[in-house]
């Protein structure tokens, strides 16, 4: 690992990923150089055991650019002008077709690869970093057509030092991707929970768990996801003339009362649930829900786990849906289809409330 | 309760919400009748218990209309035209101004109060009912003004047999309510899943949490969900017309590269987000997200619960995100802010990895 990833690394911008990439590396045994425009974050990261605050003299063997995504263009430009000759510089932006273009032109643009981890959390800044940040996660690696083929490795050993899934694809295809997965979901959610604003307490009250699952994205900042998304305003701008058309064929089929039309629409979003990757990367497994109430104080989710525990069946996923007006939650346990009898038996026998 | 709820309670309809309101009369030892079209639910739902076949002869107190939403109309008519002349009778659409238009003119219109549970399952039939679907769930009850104040005490003592909580809305209010907090979510969760149809694979590798929490709700019945939103058409069309034009004003600012007018679109959003309810119907509570590395086998959920349990910090909501590579899954707890870092270091001391 350590020859195709030499150190020293250097990161620029020790914000959550910056600072969680150094720290990845620092375990890994890698000499980490930490660069930013803010000196409490070099200190925070510097303190967490990030590495140390770059030098005059250092020379990296590879440049991670972790700043927000309208800096992103000049600090590779720049990463790119002081580094060595041997140096490859990488960014972890969103987006990735305008930083490339913003460095097209450059004459060292060969030791440029750009690379994007699918991981992050709703804090910032270097005391939510972690080591673990990317452990299991997808991380994209964009090769442009000009790049060496040693860049693209030393990113690549980087990925793996992080223990995050390398997913090669073009900056092209990559800024489509996320357009699809990511940006145009992101801003219908945020048009969809923007419809409650304003809207009387007693309509709210009849809130279920459906639309807190549709609109929960829509509580990222703002700032931030109006860089992310005006950033790859190409890729959304078409997907989201696709939505627009749909969204018309839909209005009509409600007001003229076209419930096959309406039907077919919402067939094609059901085929679109089920295209999505399941558990590993494996097709979608058909789960069943169990629910069960719950005591809202501590120590009664612990008794329900272990009792899940001893029934012998896995859980696939979990949710907790507080009712408005009861000092009970309702868990929804999802289980493979075929395990919910018996883990129902299993819980009743125990004393548990449940339900299908 | 049984003064306000005299019995029997004829049930028509005998699927899952149905026999549940059965499970739950019975439980309070009200008789109750049975009617379905379907003999085989009939003798599903009389073998549970949930209580015995309508006889000729047989009047009900109350009479509770639990059938598909394109049928509602014509059976609470029936239900009308057959009962006794004390007998009321209520529904559990999730449309309610397209039933009452139904029997606007039926002379014994003041016997009907339409109500709304909301509580349900993806799974459908008296096989899957439970006492307990409306544990904690709001229901609305839905009195028009030719309602007589005995129909309306008899819906809403039903309501507390059943353990929901009432929420009064006039019809025409409540389905703009379902519009505004269900159908729309439903609607536009259903295109954006639709968005995800025929994507490559490696495109689809990129998918994260995000996206599948604003498609969660469209993987319901294209069938049924094409009845009750179709049912609910001037509400969900008007609804659907705003957020239409607001996606052409998202569409226009990011095809225009105007930043300011993206951010505000998103904030917004943000600001519908804080109107949703928060636990037990009081203001949303900030929380922080914790996230720990849950190796995929039975038992470790339970040792997980068992130490979160012991730290005595609460759990408001857990998320598990699967990752696409690793035998591994990401288990995000949600606890109230500020208790973030005790139980950080609970569970650190006890061996798992984690970070915020």
């Not at 279920?208 to 701008?237: F, H, W």
């Amino acid at each position: 690992m350590s020859d195709l990833l030499p150190g020293p690394v250097e990161v620029v911008g020790a914000g959550l990923v910056g600072t969680s990439i150094a720290l990845a590396c620092q375990r890994a045994g890698i000499d980490v150089l930490l660069s930013d425009t803010s000196a409490e974050h070099l200190r925070t990261a510097s303190g967490l055991g990030a590495g140390r605050p770059k030098a005059p003299g250092d020379v990296a063997a590879l440049v991670v650019v972790a700043v927000p995504p309208d800096h992103l263009g000049e600090a590779i430009a720049a990463a790119l002008d002081t580094a060595g000759e041997d140096t490859v510089v990488t960014d972890v932006g969103s987006v990735k077709a305008a930083p490339l273009e913003a460095v097209a032109g450059h004459p060292a643009a060969s030791r440029y690869v750009g690379s994007h981890p699918m991981a992050g959390s709703e804090r910032s800044g270097p005391l939510a970093a972690s080591a673990d940040l990317f452990t299991g996660r997808p991380w994209a690696i964009c090769r442009h057509d000009g790049a060496s083929a040693t860049a693209v490795r030393r990113v690549a050993a980087l990925v793996e030092v992080c223990g995050a899934v390398p997913v090669m694809l073009t900056p092209a295809e990559h800024d489509k991707a996320v357009a699809r997965t990511s940006h145009v979901p992101h801003l219908l959610a945020s048009l969809v929970a923007g419809t409650l604003t304003g809207a009387a307490p007693e309509h709210l009250a009849l809130t279920g768990q459906g639309v807190r699952d549709v609109t929960r994205v829509a509580a990222g900042d703002p700032t931030l996801y109006s860089q992310i998304i005006g950033g790859n305003s190409k890729a959304v701008a078409g997907l989201l003339r696709e939505v627009r058309d749909r969204l018309d064929l839909a209005l009509a089929a409600v007001a003229d009362g076209d419930r096959a039309g309406l039907e077919s629409l919402l067939a094609h979003g059901l085929a679109g649930t089920r295209a999505i990757p399941g558990k590993h990367g494996g097709p979608v497994q058909a789960v069943s829900a169990v629910h069960v109430a719950v005591p809202d104080h501590p120590g009664e989710l612990a008794r329900l786990f272990a009792d899940v525990g001893a029934s012998g069946v896995n859980i696939e996923d979990v949710r907790i849906d507080h009712d408005p007006g009861r000092p009970v939650g309702l868990v929804e346990l999802d289980v493979a289809e075929g395990r919910a009898e018996h883990l129902l038996a299993a819980l009743e026998s125990k004393g548990w409330v449940t339900h299908r």
